[in-house]
C-alpha cells in the first residue's frame, strides 16, 4: 500500500489510524505538520492525541500546544474544542480525574459546532473513563454506551473496536 502524500490523504490516514495503531497515526500526523498546509495543525492534534493514550505526555503536550495555536490562528474551532478534550485526558493520566470532568463539562457547555459522530465518540469514550477514575458507575456506564453508538456512527473501525472493547471490559470489571 504506498503512503499518503498529500495533506488531505495523511489527515484522512491519521484519522483512519487513530485507534488502530496511534504510531501510524502519530507518523502522518508528524508528516501533515511537516507539510506547511493549512492543514498542518490537524498533523499536530493527531501526533498530541496519539501520544497522550500511549506516550509520554510531555510530548503530547508539546505538540498540542502547537495544534491550539495553529487551531487559534486559523479560528478552528472544532480544532480548539479537540484541543480542550484532549486536555482532559492530559489531566487523566495525571491523576487529575476530578479537574478533568470539571474540563469535560465545560467543553459540553461552551460546545458551538456540530460533533462529528468521532468527536462523540472521543468525548463519550474519555468521560466514560473520567467517571470510571471518579467511581461514578452509572454515568460510566452511559458515555460507554454513548461512545459506542457514536463509534458505530463513524464508521471508523478502529473507534469502533475500541467502543466495543472499552464496553466489554467494564462490565467485566
Known amino acids: 500500500m504506498a503512503e499518503p502524500t498529500t495533506a488531505a490523504a495523511l489527515l484522512a490516514e491519521a484519522w483512519e489510524q487513530a485507534y488502530l ?3 501510524r497515526a502519530a507518523t502522518a500526523g508528524r508528516a501533515l ?3 506547511g498546509d493549512a492543514l498542518a495543525p ?5 501526533v498530541a492525541f496519539a501520544e497522550i493514550r500511549s506516550g509520554p505526555v510531555a510530548a503530547a503536550m508539546a505538540a498540542l500546544e502547537r495544534a491550539e495555536q495553529g487551531f ?3 479560528h478552528d474551532v472544532r480544532g480548539q474544542q479537540l484541543v480542550q478534550e484532549t486536555h482532559a485526558i492530559a489531566l487523566r493520566r495525571a491523576e487529575r480525574a ?7 463539562e465545560r467543553i459540553d457547555l461552551q460546545t458551538t459546532v456540530e460533533r462529528s459522530a468521532l468527536d462523540l465518540y472521543i468525548a463519550h469514550n474519555s468521560r466514560a473513563i473520567t467517571h470510571k477514575e471518579l467511581g461514578r458507575v452509572d454515568e460510566a456506564v452511559r458515555h460507554f454506551h454513548a461512545a459506542r453508538d457514536a463509534a458505530e456512527a463513524s464508521g471508523n473501525a478502529g473507534a469502533r473496536v ?11 470489571d
Open 21 to 23: 495503531s496511534p504510531v
Open 33 to 35: 505538520a511537516a507539510s
Open 42 to 46: 490537524w498533523g499536530w492534534w493527531h
Open 72 to 74: 487559534c490562528d486559523s
Open 98 to 104: 476530578a479537574e478533568a470532568l470539571a474540563l469535560q
Open 162 to 172: 475500541t467502543a466495543l472493547a472499552n464496553l466489554g471490559g467494564y462490565h467485566l
